[in-house]
């Protein structure tokens, strides 16, 4: 959960006016980098290594977009056979290439199979921090 965090509201002192105030700058809020679409963002967390040669690995966390359309070459949220999966979407004439890593890692969907597109993986979250800086209440920060 995000927690919005309210500034206080910056006065003139004594009727002057602060010089800092004729230079603000806008607040950096992350969730207007993130969030395009509130009500169709997702987040999720990678669970295999089949996309670290697209630099998704185990355990990042990823921002997906439910109202986007797929186009070739984007990475996807697809639901498949009862599971879900994170691939990059490759369409073909007949059939759909939604590679991966490797061959093995590569699923092959043809046009009689059942699937459905989740959504597009806008961005990732890749966690930064070192096992021995993950203590305390920092035991959770993208808790990879």
């Given amino acids: 959960m995000l927690r919005i965090k309210k500034q206080a509201a910056k006065r003139d002192v004594l009727g002057f006016r602060l010089p800092m105030l004729t230079h603000e700058e806008p607040t950096l809020d992350i969730t207007d980098i993130t969030i395009v679409d509130p009500d169709n963002t997702y987040y999720m967390r990678m669970g295999s290594e089949a996309m670290t040669g697209y630099h998704i690995l185990e355990n990042h966390v990823l ?3 439910r109202s986007l359309t797929p186009v070739t070459g984007c990475i996807v949220v697809f639901f ?3 599971d879900f ?9 007949d059939r759909l290439f939604l590679k991966g890593n490797t061959q093995t890692d590569t699923i092959i969907i043809e046009d009689q199979e059942k699937w459905e597109c989740w959504g597009v993986v806008m961005l990732t979250l890749n ?13 959770r920060v993208c808790a990879c």
């Fill in 80 to 82: 498949h056979e009862g």
């Fill in 85 to 93: 999966f994170v691939r990059e979407y490759c369409p073909d004439k």
């Fill in 63 to 65: 921002v997906i977009d």
């Fill in 127 to 139: 966690p930064l921090l070192q096992p021995q800086q993950r203590k305390g209440r920092y035991g």
